[in-house]
């Protein structure tokens, strides 16, 4: 089993920045790809970011590449997610998420390899 809290959301201004933290416990965190995904109002949850186990690939989705980064700190069994030049539409639930298989990347940027979540963090972008 695996427990993860994410912290760091907020309320903050088109442009600026936040940076989110997922704290995970309860399971080998060195050997598990971890991703983030976000869910905005009324819509369906969607990929945002993803690291390897190993730190050694890191992973986009189209909407966010360029202003966000994701990283991970394995003595701290924690992942990070960077945004800057945020956008209204950037608005969402985010949620982190860890890799159902140890060592594994396949299919990262896909909800269902993913059994273990996050209760998530809000961020509101206001224009």
């Known amino acids: 089993q695996v427990q993860l809290v994410e912290s760091g959301g907020g309320l903050v201004q088109a442009g600026g920045s936040l940076r989110l933290s997922c704290a995970a416990s309860?399971?080998?965190?060195?050997?598990?790809?971890m991703a983030w995904f976000r869910q905005p109002p009324g819509k369906e949850r969607e990929f945002v970011a993803a690291?390897?186990?190993?730190?050694?690939?890191?992973w986009y989705s189209d909407s966010v590449k360029g202003r966000f980064t994701i990283s991970r700190d394995n003595d701290k069994n924690t992942v990070y997610l960077q945004m800057n030049s945020l956008k209204p539409e950037d608005t969402a639930i985010y949620l982190c998420a860890a890799h159902g298989i140890h060592y594994s990347n396949v299919n990262y940027s896909s909800a269902q390899r993913y059994p273990y979540w996050g209760q998530g963090t809000q961020v509101t972008v206001s224009s």
């Open positions: 309860g399971r080998t965190f060195s050997t598990t790809t």
């Open positions: 690291v390897s186990w190993n730190r050694i690939s890191t």
